[in-house]
């Protein structure tokens, strides 16, 4: 797996086409920080699609899940409901 690099808010303001270019053709991953608190990451657009794709797969298998749960009369009750709410 590829290191993350912390970049700060204002290495990123002046050097944008260089962190651009270094993620988009060199696949790096960087991180932005702010006061030594990361605030946001730069990844190459695979890694974002990756991550979309995962979650539509999790996702989807919560929803299988619920609903085999649902035919199989395995889900709690309405008053059970209510009674792990408190409502």
């Known amino acids: 797996m590829t290191a993350v690099t912390a970049v ?3 290495d990123a303001r002046s050097g ?3 962190i651009l270019k270094r993620v988009a053709y060199g696949k790096e ?3 932005i920080t702010r006061h030594g608190r ?3 990451a730069i990844v190459p657009v695979e890694d974002l699609n990756l991550v979309n794709r995962l979650r539509r797969f999790v996702a989807r298998k919560d929803v299988s899940r619920a609903l085999a749960q649902l035919d199989d009369g395995r889900t709690a009750g309405w008053d ?5 709410l408190g409502v």
């Open 38 to 40: 990361e605030v946001a």
């Open 29 to 31: 991953r960087l991180v």
């Open 80 to 84: 059970q409901l209510r009674s792990e």
């Open 8 to 10: 700060t808010v204002a």
């Open 16 to 18: 944008l086409a260089e």
